[in-house]
């Protein structure tokens, strides 16, 4: 049998940040075998379960216990802030390819952000809610399946519906996309079905309009030839009307090129000076850019010297101070020197009488030795001398132990006396410490803030080489932006006078005949006879500049044709100049005017040259539609010549066609066209020219506001940048004193630490040598004690036998006495020297350590003095090399002094020519404007007489789309009122035939094409929907067999899992309408151990609880899910059924990953792995997991 680890973890991460009670990075980390999340109620342990449901897709906030999607964001706590964007990812294996994707391992991510804002992620890859639920879909996981069970889960199986629950078996059978394929469907029959009517109604509609249109087919062909005899009798008309001729321009033409040549001469010459006005300018404000430069450079200069000054001083004083230190560590090496020696004596003196000392006290320990061997000599002789012997022995012992006391007492005393001393030092080293712990700090300080000087001084020194450099950047743009403000100036000045001059002309109205002129200013004036009228054609329109040409043409004298209100006006006009003899004027009466637009045929339109019908391409006011109609109602532009042809012939040669280039093809064939001579009597350019002049000087006023303002704005940052650098400057060098100051005093403070350390080293030396001695003197206490508890013993059992012995016999010799008390004496004087020579042996080691201390602290001051002379050497070549910077920089400061006058000489020379040069340009613009209005007037002269001229041949054109020598032709021997009369016969016969739709004649083939094209679509519609409802009955019988299929499964596997938790019993599940798959109820039939079948809802609570597991696991067996997280839902199950549903759940996590949030115990103890959730800091979930096979505890945390 396979073990659980040959299973490949599907499952393998839960990573969770941000989410509800999770502020920090959560990782969970999930294995084989049964995972439980366990923790107290209010801990966030049921958030993990909501984070997996999120992740996958739940849309509903109130799913996720919230109220909106922003809920599941930490909101914080007391000591936390919220946070700004929540994230779970899952990690999932894909080693066998449950996936459709190419990788072994799959992150799925969401994000959402308090905006509002979210997104879906795949292995960090951006994506859409749909492609994971496409990646999910038959995996047996997702937020739709059974991977998510939580206690609302069981408490739905328990209240649901028998008709509801049918949806438990539709989601084992996956029929839920069957019926979305069913839903999709029936959706495409509805729209089928109403596409079909919509085209029932179409073809109605279109039969119904086919009629009619036939019939007004057969009018417009009526009408279009009957207008093609009116437009030929019309020109006929007109033939008979012309009758002017062509003079005047001969001697206006030639005085104009006279002063055009000499007004461009003056020009010339004045662009020249101004030019090399402009020029000597930016040259003088380079100069001057230079002298501030100079003088700033001179400052800085100056600056730089005075610090170099005061580095001279700074070393002069540091330079001082060292050799004052070497004088002084010179005596003070001296003082130590001369107190070694004088130790030295002290010690050689101390050695030899030591030497004398031990000689001594050898001397008496050999008499000590002689005086026993005689008492021995004595002894033997006769008891006395043993009496004697006991007598020496008992004053041996006395003498032992009065040595032993007196030794005692002085090691004693000795050792007080070290124990002071020791005390004294530690005293003193605890001061020296404290003083050395303050300067060290001190010196700590001191370092802090040099480093922080150091820092600072760095960072200004890139803030002022970035101030230098947006300085120099600002100066360049300023002399750019001044050439270019001098230009824009120029430029603006120009525009304006054009624009003043155009104005000027329009005012005047010059360019317009006699009569119109007068007319137009009379009804500017007010005069009651012109009051009734509009405007010129010129005045009334817009026209691109690209069809200005094309237009003037088609139009011709019509521009100056002048639109009335009414009929009324117009005649009152025609009186007003009848009697002031003011000339002719044509009038455009707009009550009776008869404007007709015609119909392009499709030939026409799809002809590439095609550009469009005179009237749509200009701008007016919709009340001038009858008269804009009347005079380009009927005109065709297109592009060039061959497109004019190529649309005359397709049309017939009945449409008069014009091009951009002003060239024309009249009805009839007849063409016209060559070059155009535009002098000024161009009222459509003019008007246009100025309208655009306005919006430049606008624009070009508004730039030059903008530069003016921009050139102001820099030079403002100019200063101000200037000022911060002088600021900058100034905090530098107090930074530099304030460094140097710093310095001095850190010296200071190491030099007392250096002294402190030596102080230090030289206390520990003593301390360690009165530690050994105090050593040396406690073990010579102990066995002084020993010795005199030994000596006490002695002579009280030396006391007790000298008295038995002097009873026994009272013979005692005086030599016996004598030897003895020689002896005692001797031992006594041998005592003594020994004394003395101890207290010599530790004076000469005391005067040893002295001067170790001696010659440690004069090295470390010959060390301090070589240190010094090396800095003194320092400062010695740092000032030399201070004085060759300061004598560089005065030499550089004289040649800056000069250069600087140089420039000044040069500034004032250039700006006296500057003077004079603005006095000649003064001159030259006043001759240019004089020549410039005496070529105004003559202009205004040759445009008057080009008008006059051409007045005859526009009238010609603007009507009939003819020049006189085409219209020539059309001359006829008819008289003018018979001609009319005709003229007025088809006017009255078109009018007889009503409103003519031109536009029928190719819309009736148009309409009867579409209704064809619509009875085919009918008939695919009618073929779809037949197709759609096969599906749908398809559809439903595959949903019926796999409901009933899975119905058989799931009530097995119900059948068999209800026996494994109940221990016994019974149970099935019964469908409520057989008959009716698709709609039929579940009902749920248990039968526990010892009762009998009954209803789901007649059970107890634990029953029912219990059997809704059951029928979950049963549907877990039909449609196993790789993993399946399982929230509380064996809250309601007592005791002994939580240990058979944990049983059950760790069999089946075999083959099934499952993570079980619970507190129940049972299901604890059954986990492989438990994870507790915990909230050691309030509002703030954290994870702690035990592996219960090693007991091992590990803390996760992001």
Known sequence: ?????????????????????????????????????????????????????????????????????????????????????????????????????????????????????????????????????????????GKEGFSIIGQGRIEEILNLKSEERRSLIEE???????????????????????????????????????????????VAEQSLALSTEQRRLEIQLTVLDISEGKQKLSLASKDSETLQSSLVEAQALLRLEESKNIEDKVLLKEIEDDLQRMQGEGFQAEQALDALKHEMSI?????????????????????????????????????????????????????????????????????????????????QALSEQANCANELTGAQHTLASLEQQVLQIVQEQGIKVAERQTLSETSEAQEKELRQIERQAIAREEEMLSLRTERDQLKGLQQENNAGLQKHKTLTEQSRARMHALRSLENSLEGYQRGVREVMLAKKKGIKDCIGLCGTVAELITVQEKYELALETALGAGLQNVVAENEKGAKAAISYLKVHQFGRVTFLPLDIIQGNRMSVSQVVERDPGYIGVAVDLVTYDLVYKPAMEFLLGRIVVVSDMNAATRIAKASGYRLRIVTLEGDQVHPGGSLSGGSVQRKGGNLLARSREIDSLHVALV????????????????????RAIQENMDNLSLKQREDKEHQVMLKTVHENVLNQLGRLESDLMGLNLRNQDNMAQKDALCLRLTSLTERLDIAERTSVNLREEYNRREQEAKVATGEIESHGEQLTQEKIRLAKWEQELNQCTEQLGHERSIIRENESSLQLKKLKQVGFQENCQTVEAEQGALNQQLEKH??????????????RQEREGLAAGLLKLEQEILSKRQLEHALEQRLHANELRVVRYETECQAGETRLVEEFSLTWEEAIPYQTEEERSVLWRRVQALKQKIDDLGPINQAAIEEYPKMLARKVFMLAQQDDLVEADQTLRQVISELDKTMSERFIESFHAVNGAFQEVFKELFCGGNAELHLVDPEHLLETGVEIIAQPPGKKPQLLSLLSGGERALTAIAILFALLRVKPSPFCI????????????????????????????????????????????????????????KLLSVQLDKREDTLYSA
């Open 315 to 395: 070393r002069a004083e540091r330079s001082k101070y060292l050799e004052e230190q070497i004088a002084w560590l010179t005596d003070e090496i001296q003082v130590d020197e001369e107190k070694i020696r004088n130790l030295n004596q002290r010690i050689s003196t101390l050695a030899a009488k030591q030497a004398v000392l031990k000689h001594t006290v050898e001397e008496s320990q050999r008499k000590v030795l002689e005086q026993e061997e005689k008492l021995n000599v004595v002894r033997e002789r006769n008891l006395a001398e043993v009496i004697e012997r006991i007598k020496a022995d008992l004053f």
């Open 890 to 903: 005065s030499l550089a400061q004289e040649a800056q002094q000069y250069s600087l006058m140089q420039r």
């Open 699 to 718: 624009r070009l006023e508004k730039d030059l506001s903008d530069k003016e303002q921009e050139y102001s704005e820099n030079d403002l940052r100019l």
């Open 172 to 218: 084992a059978a996956g029929i839920t996309k069957f019926r979305y394929r069913k839903r999709e469907a029936l959706k495409r029959l509805d729209a089928t079905i109403s596409n079909l009517q919509r085209l029932d109604d179409i073809v109605r509609e279109i039969e119904a309009q086919l009629t009619p249109l036939a019939a007004q087919a057969q």
């Open 1126 to 1181: 399982l929230d509380e839902i064996e809250a309601s199950l007592d005791d002994a059924n939580v240990q058979r549903f944990a049983q059950y759940i760790h069999r089946l996590s075999d083959s099934t990953q499952f993570v079980v949030i619970s507190h129940r115990k049972g299901t604890m103890e059954s986990a492989d792995v438990l994870y507790g959730i915990t909230m050691e800091e309030s509002g703030v979930s």
């Open 1 to 141: 049998m396979a073990k659980p680890e040959d299973f490949p973890v599907f499952l393998k991460g839960i990573h969770i940040q941000g989410f509800k009670s999770f502020a920090d990075r959560v990782k969970l980390e999930l294995g084989h075998g049964l995972s439980v999340i366990v923790g107290p109620n209010g801990s966030g342990k049921s958030n993990v379960a909501d984070a997996v449901r999120w992740v996958l897709g739940e849309q509903s906030a109130k799913s996720l216990r919230g109220v909106k999607m922003e809920d599941v964001i930490f909101s914080g706590s007391t000591q936390r802030r919220p946070v700004g964007m929540a994230e779970v990812s899952l990690i999932f294996d894909n080693t066998t390819g449950i996936f459709p994707l190419d990788f072994r391992e799959i992150t799925i991510t969401r994000r959402v952000y308090r905006d509002g804002d979210g997104q879906y992620l795949i292995n960090n890859a951006s994506c859409r809610l749909r492609d994971i639920q496409e990646l999910f879909m038959d995996t047996g996981a």
